[in-house]
């Protein structure tokens, strides 16, 4: 990519996949590690609207892994993103998600907005010049993508050493071999319904992990990372303080957080965190956020925890509370497991939810709002992502605040459940969007 544009003081390269499920997560773990042992202090981040994987990358790393999703946040929020990387280390391993030209919102996308190399990785379970033939592949499909991306490197995961990398390594031609992930129990992540189980569950062990990163090539994967090159400085309007208070639910059941908007929360209003499956007492506060995450899998115990009660009562007293995916099925009548149980909610939207075994919505999203609400003025659009195992009945006469402009939905074509001053919502918004400075003015 060619550009007059202001170079970021942060290197980096982005760890692209064949698909989804080849280890790319372990391999941006194992390759963080290394660079650790280079002396180097990496940052991670994710292509994509992921929770879970920014996890394991906090809990391996201690740094925040930040969110890079053009639909979302658009491409100067990519930049932004990315900019602020800088703060914590200095080269940045950007993780990808599903195969590099998946999805119209895709890795070669973020890849080719921020000017990054790619190094990708070929799950090597059962090949060896094989494994080589798929990485070359990719590299030449780029122009046929129409994406101006550099795929430079291999990385094989999930390969042994011996005979098994000499294959590998010796077929590669017009790719650096950057090294291998070794098949080893201690670095397979479980997964469930919405993805990987997150950073603070991964069975991961340091042990398995430091012997992965030592069959990293660090002094050939630095030669190939570079700074990106923005087409605008990254720049963000100043935090105005509002002199809020905002209560966040924060635990296992309201995990589904983007770093980008708790930091934009903390430096606009003095945030306050709570957890409803602890039965805690809402915060003193003038309006509540209840991030998405898995109330599935602590449904009894929300049905019998004050904290529900207490919600009702303050979306009651017109108490602004923005409920988000997982957030706005504890606002409903009812949740049903996966198991047919059936636990009574707050109550406070007109709608019952009811665990699946497939996904219901799983895309980015686009609404428009058909007044004014929460999150937007009358006919503003916002910008987020969906991904639930869930369905949704509401009321004949709910009340909805968004038309569906891309995305499923709590209908198919609305989503935004109204009742007091209380917003439920399956879609996830990231502060790129404008949604949470907006709640915090509409407080």
Known sequence: ????????????????????????????????????????????????????????????????????????????????????????????????????????????AVAEALDLPVVLVVDATAGMESVAATALGFQQYADRAGYDVDVVGLLAARAHGGRHERGIRDAVEGLRYVGRTPPLDGLEIPGRHLGLHFGDESPVTAEALDGAARQIRTDTLLHLVRSPRFDTAPSLRAADETGLRVAVAADDAFRFIYPSTRDRLAARASVELFSPVAGDAVPDCDAVYLPGGYPERHAAALADSRTLDELAALAADAVPIFGECGGMMILGESLTTGDGDSHAMAGVLPVETRMTDRPVGLDHVGVRAREDCLLSPAGGTRRGHEFHYSSATAAPDARYAFEMVRGAGLDGANDGLREYRTLGTYAHFHVGSGAFDYFLEAV
């Open 1 to 108: 990519m060619t550009t007059d544009a202001v170079p970021s003081d942060l290197p980096g390269v982005v760890l692209a996949g064949t698909a989804s499920g080849v280890g790319k997560t372990v391999a941006t773990l194992a390759v963080c590690r290394a660079l650790e042992r280079a002396g180097r202090t990496p940052v991670a981040a994710k292509a994509g609207p992921d929770f879970i994987d920014p996890s394991h990358h906090a809990a391996v790393l201690d740094r925040p892994s930040r969110t890079l999703d053009p639909w979302m946040a658009g491409e100067s929020g990519i930049h932004r993103a990315y900019a602020r990387g800088a703060d914590d280390g200095d080269v940045c391993v950007v993780e990808g998600m599903m195969g590099l030209y998946d999805g119209d919102v895709s890795t070669a």
